[in-house]
């Protein structure tokens, strides 16, 4: 293998949605899952998160 050759890994685009884990807030203090774009869960599933866990789903505005 070469000295200079160089790989480089290509990242999944994240999705726009984020879930605060287990009562965690927007003050940045917890668990913050932000999934890869098109694994989101359906909406029955946050909400089963929120009833459940205390989980709670935000999805970014679009700024542009």
């Known amino acids: 293998m070469n000295m200079h050759e160089y790989k480089s890994i290509k990242m999944p685009e994240q999705s726009k ?14 668990l913050i899952y932000h999934p890869q774009r098109g694994k989101e869960p359906n909406a029955f599933v946050r909400w089963m998160m929120k009833i459940c866990l205390g989980c709670t789903w935000f999805k970014e505005k679009n700024n542009g």
């Open 17 to 30: 949605w984020k879930c605060y884990l287990f009562g965690c807030g927007l003050d940045g203090h917890g």
